[in-house]
């Protein structure tokens, strides 16, 4: 018998909109890098520390990622950058999840809008949710978390 899988999926943090910068290279704001931290610390009292951080390479989620990480005692060499998870759609969100090692029960992805929408619609639609207003949109440090009864190359 599998033990349920939680898929975790982040918004990255509130970014800056610099002209002078690419939207790959913006950076997270003061306030987006506080909102950030809080999850992290959410996370730990709640015991939700991922076995396995995935992450978009784009420097918004990186700094994300590590923030958060910092908080869950997770040293920012084990957060795994893909560029799939950059300018995703549902698919290919699916197929970075499948890389999972099948040890690994929780994992935390970060990434970006519109892609982590439509994901988080996604899965809502497919689960008798009643926590995730899907009417909303997703706001940057949103974290919405999902179970399975199935292993990550389901």
Excluded at 21 to 36: A, E, L, M, N
Excluded at 47 to 64: H, I, M
Excluded at 114 to 139: C, G, K, W, Y
Aim: with cysteine; charged share 25%.
């Amino acid at each position: 018998m599998i033990d349920s899988c939680e898929l975790m999926l982040l918004r990255h943090g509130k970014s800056s909109w610099e002209t002078m910068v690419s939207d790959f290279d913006r950076d997270v704001t003061d306030k987006g890098k506080q909102h950030v931290e809080e999850i992290g610390i959410w996370l730990k009292q709640h015991q939700k520390v991922p076995d396995y951080v995935l992450c978009s390479p784009a420097k918004r989620a990186q700094v994300t990622a590590e923030i958060v990480c910092q908080q869950l005692g997770i040293s920012k060499d084990d957060i795994k950058f893909n560029h799939q998870i950059y300018n995703a759609d549902v698919s290919d969100i699916f197929n970075v999840v499948k890389t999972c090692p099948p040890h690994c029960r929780r994992v935390l992805l970060i990434g970006h809008n519109p892609s982590i929408e439509m994901m988080i619609h996604h899965l809502a639609s497919d689960q008798s949710v009643n926590d995730v207003d899907t009417s909303e949109p997703v706001r940057p440090a949103t974290l919405v978390c999902f179970s399975f009864n199935e292993d990550w190359n389901k």
